[in-house]
Structures are given as structure tokens and as C-alpha cells.
């Protein structure tokens, strides 16, 4: 489990990014990671340890541009200690590219043989998540035949990501001058929201795990990115969606539902705090049913998510 944000507004990012990873600070405590873009050129800034300790003051006047993305990091691939594996993840062939994400591909190992045999690619964690950027890159690379690249090849790409990779995958990334991009797998089990904030100086976009990054930061929910469904906002803010998977099936992780989640969120339009309360309810009908002359003194909330 982690939390990921992309944001492309019409004035630097860097504390929007912030704040919205402070928000998303419960979905990963062990690292946290931003990179925002300016002018073609990447900066980013990640370590171990929350939020507010990975960024000083330093650090964010580096975090220059309109639009970035930002991780919180869960472990639950690779190593938990290791500094390294914070994200987001850079490559720079081809075309500059970084990525954060939040899931687990269970195929990853099959992924780092086939990335070293036949892509020519070296990965050098133990993350998934460096997998995922470097099948992305291998796909973006064979879309676009070395020519220009274009909306329909990032779409072709993520197709062939979708082809190649099996598990669970919410993304965002950023390609070096044409924009930003995220993308969940066709069963849609890492929830990842659209939001939209209209400027007098054009319109911003943020995606995120969660719909109270959207709430904190002052951007109107839109819609869920749909299993399979791939959403892009370039350079010019011209947003682009397109489903890039051959067949989806909708299979949400309950375990957000039930635990990892904010309960004042909203995933697949499903309130996550009315949907504890309705479990509550149907155990308690549950347990009058089937412990009729048993007399409970005391419920206790394990884990303290299923406290209301």
C-alpha cells in the first residue's frame, strides 16, 4: 500500500504536492518522495521517514514547476530500510521519464528476467515499482518508433504495460515535454480519483489515491480513473483519457474499505466511512442472529479503522 499524487497547475507545485502527501501521510509512513518538472528538466526529492521529515525548506525551493508527482511509501515489496526504493523512480532513455506507484506486480520477478534477457534493461532494487517504470519505458520506446512522440503512442504504451504486467497498479508519471500521465490495472484494485480546478489562469488537474487529497487541496472530484482507463494531461493542460485495456473486470481490494483508506474519502463512489458503518451494522444483525443469548459487554474496534 502507498500513496501517490500528480498535479499539473498554472504555478508551482511543490507545496500542493507537499500538502497532498501530508493528507496521504497514512497510506505509507516508511518513505516519501516528489519531482516536479520545469522547462524539460526534472528535480526531485526523496528519503526515508514521514513527510515532514524527508522535506525542508531547502529541499522544496529545489522542487521548481508546474507539475509533479509525489509518493508516500508502504513496503510491501523490496526492502523496507532501504533508502533507495523511495520513490518516485527515474529512467532517462527515452525521454526522461519518472514514475511512482502504489500496488504490487505479482509477476515481478518473471518482469526483471524478461527486462534483462530481452529488453536490455538492468534493474537495480528489489522494487516492482522499478519494474513497472522500465516496462513502461520499454513500451513508450517501441510505441513511438523513435519518431515524435504522441498521445496515441503513451496510449499504446500503457496497452502493452497492461499486456505485460499482472497485479495490482495505480500510477502516475511524468514524461519529459508532453506531460503528465497515470493509468490503473484492468481490474481496478488501487483506487486513483480525477480532480479538477478551474483558474483564472486555465485549469489545473490533480489525480491521487484518495478523494481527500482532492477536499484538502481545493480541486473538484470528477470521476475515479476507471480499470484499465489511462488519463493524460500534457504540456498545454489539454486532458486526454482513453481505455487502454483489451478486457477489465472491476475488483476493488476491500482491505481499503475496511482499513486503509481515510474514512472521509470516496472510492468508486462508495463513501468509505458509510461503507464501515453498513459493515458494522450487518455484523452486529450478525451476531444477534447467530449468538442470540449471548450478553456483550464491550465491542472493541480491531483494527481502530473499524471505530466510528
Not at 514547476?65 to 526504493?85: K, L
Not at 536490455?120 to 522499478?130: A, F, V
Not at 481505455?243 to 482491505?255: G, L, R
Request: hydrophobic fraction near 40%; glycine fraction near 10%; proline fraction near 4%.
Amino acid at each position: 500500500m502507498c500513496g501517490i499524487l500528480g498535479v499539473v497547475a498554472t504555478s508551482p507545485v511543490n507545496q500542493l504536492l507537499y500538502d497532498g502527501l501530508q493528507v496521504l501521510q497514512h497510506r505509507g509512513q516508511d518513505a516519501a518522495g516528489i519531482a516536479t518538472s520545469e522547462g524539460g528538466r526534472f528535480h526531485m526529492h526523496k528519503g526515508s521517514g514521514l513527510v515532514r521529515d524527508v522535506f525542508r525548506t531547502r529541499n522544496m525551493r529545489n522542487l521548481t514547476g508546474n507539475w509533479g508527482i509525489g509518493h508516500v511509501r508502504y513496503p510491501t515489496a523490496g526492502s523496507a530500510y532501504n533508502a533507495a526504493e523511495a520513490q518516485p523512480f527515474y529512467v532517462n532513455s527515452p525521454f526522461g521519464l519518472l514514475l511512482a506507484h502504489n500496488g504490487n506486480l505479482t509477476n515481478a520477478d518473471e518482469l526483471k528476467r524478461e527486462m534483462y534477457l530481452s529488453d536490455l534493461r538492468h534493474i537495480n532494487t528489489s522494487s516492482d515499482s522499478e519494474v513497472l517504470l522500465n516496462v513502461l519505458a520499454h513500451e513508450l520506446q517501441a510505441a513511438s518508433k523513435g519518431l515524435k512522440l504522441d498521445e496515441d503512442a503513451i496510449f499504446t504504451a500503457v496497452a502493452g504495460v497492461h499486456r505485460r504486467c499482472r497485479g495490482a497498479y495505480a500510477v502516475v508519471a511524468m514524461i519529459a515535454g508532453y506531460g503528465l500521465l497515470a493509468f490503473r490495472d484492468p481490474y481496478g484494485i488501487r483506487p486513483l480519483v480525477i480532480g479538477r480546478n478551474d483558474t483564472a489562469a486555465g485549469s489545473e488537474w490533480l489525480v491521487a489515491s484518495e478523494s481527500v487529497a482532492l477536499d484538502v487541496l481545493g480541486f473538484r472530484l470528477l470521476r475515479d480513473v476507471a480499470p484499465g482507463e489511462a488519463v493524460l494531461v500534457d504540456i498545454e493542460g489539454r486532458f486526454h483519457s482513453r481505455q487502454c485495456a483489451a478486457k477489465t473486470v472491476h475488483a476493488p481490494c476491500m482491505f481499503e474499505f475496511v482499513y486503509l483508506a481515510r474514512p472521509d474519502s470516496i472510492i468508486d463512489g462508495v463513501s468509505v466511512y458509510e461503507s464501515r458503518m453498513k459493515m458494522g451494522e450487518f455484523l452486529a444483525d450478525k451476531m444477534k442472529r447467530t449468538m442470540p443469548k449471548v450478553h456483550i459487554d464491550v465491542v472493541i474496534p480491531i483494527p481502530d479503522s473499524s471505530r466510528p
